[in-house]
Every structure is written in C-alpha cells, then in structure tokens.
C-alpha cells in the first residue's frame, strides 16, 4: 500500500516562528503536493513538486516555501508562521506514470498559530 | 482557474437511506476524482471517473462530462460513510487538483 507519512499531526507554534512540516512517501512517486484545508473552503494548493529540487506554485503559495532535496522527502516551510495560517495542512504524492492519476493523502497536520 | 461546487453542503442521512452528491465544474476536465475524508482527517481516493460510471460496492459515480457535473451515489448508508465528500478536478492529465467545497454527511444509526 501507498504511505504518505506527514512527521507531525498536531502542533502549536507561537507568531513569527519558522515552522517546518515534513512529508515522506514510500512509493517512488514523482509528484508530491502540499494542500491545506478551512472549514467550507475545501482543499487548497499550496505547492506542488514534479521532480527532485524541482517545485511549482499552487493557488496560495504567498508566506510559505517548500524543499524536495530527495525524491521521497517533501518539506512545507513557514517562514514567519502568522495567525492566518493555522489550518489543517495535507500533504500528497502521485506518479504520472500508468493511465490514472490517483493521489494519495497523509492524514494531514493540524497547525495552530498563537 | 475552474470553478468547482458541490452540493448540498450538509446531509443528515439515517441508516439505510439512499442519497446523491453532485459537484459542477466550470471547464472541461481530464481528471476528476471523488475522495472521502474520515472523522480522523484522513483522505481516501474512491473514484477516478473524468467520464462514464463506475461502482464500487454500495457506492457508484457518474461523470457526464459534456454537461459539466459528476455525481456520487450511496446506496444502503452505515455510520462509516460519515464524513466529507469531496470532488477534485483538473483541465490537464491530473497532476493539480482543484477541489470542491465538500459534502459533510451524517449517517444517524
């Protein structure tokens, strides 16, 4: 079975604080995305990567950056972490190998920022 | 960029009870799958269908993608399909994902 492993399920982070959320996959999947979930607003793109150093903007890429060093290893940076930024943040991975494109999900990290 | 909307946004359900979900999309896709999302967060693929129907055990979905809209089944509902719904779509061969609202649905026992 696919496993993405998201390093941390809850955490509590004071304002301006660099935060980092790690994600690791296990089945040599080429793509690795960070989304991150409101309440009504549904899943968001933050950024996706398709290769290794390689990394593409989503539709709310502002006050975050992310790292792909290795192929299985996807890093979501908060620079500064603000109060608009707590949130639920789910990380996932596909391959663009083979006919379907299913994306698989980590159960995801429940940030607050105090 | 595509617009994506689900509905209804709640649904109270009683066990053994039938219902339908639909999601509207604004372009034409070539990606579009329905996920569902635990109590516990966690996120399941269920379908991938950017076009026709496909069932799998009491839950079905249809894509009538000319129309713009695919729609999700549940047939005899249990307490284990509680949870949110969710439709993501993409333009492309399906590497970003634009997501709907969601569905939160409660099966009562």
């Known amino acids: 079975d696919v496993k993405v492993t998201q390093s941390s399920r809850y955490l509590v982070k004071r304002t301006g604080e660099k935060v980092f959320l790690e994600c690791v996959q296990d089945?040599?999947?080429?793509?690795m995305f960070w989304y991150r979930q409101d309440p009504g607003l549904g899943l968001r793109l933050i950024y996706f990567s398709y290769d290794v150093k390689m990394k593409e903007k989503g539709d709310i890429p502002e006050g975050y950056s992310v790292s792909r060093e290795k192929k299985e290893r996807f890093s979501l940076i908060l620079e500064s972490a603000s109060t608009n930024q707590t949130s639920m943040y789910l990380c996932a991975s596909n391959t663009r190998q083979g006919p379907r494109n299913t994306i698989y999900f980590g159960e995801g990290s429940w940030l607050t920022v105090v | 960029g595509i617009q994506v909307e689900q509905s209804p946004p709640d649904l109270i359900l009683q066990e053994g009870a039938n219902s339908t979900l639909r999601c509207n999309f604004s372009?034409?896709?070539?990606?579009l799958q329905w996920f569902h999302q635990n109590p516990w967060g966690q996120l399941i693929n269920l379908f991938y269908i950017p076009s026709g129907t496909k069932q799998n055990g009491r839950l079905s979905a249809t894509t009538v993608a000319t129309e713009r809209y695919s729609l999700l089944y549940i047939s005899s509902s249990q307490t284990t399909d509680s949870g949110v719904y969710f439709c993501a779509v993409d333009k492309a061969a399906g590497n970003k994902l634009t997501f709907g609202g969601g569905t939160r649905v409660l099966v009562k026992p």
């Open positions: 089945m040599d999947h080429e793509n």
């Open positions: 372009d034409s896709v070539n990606n």
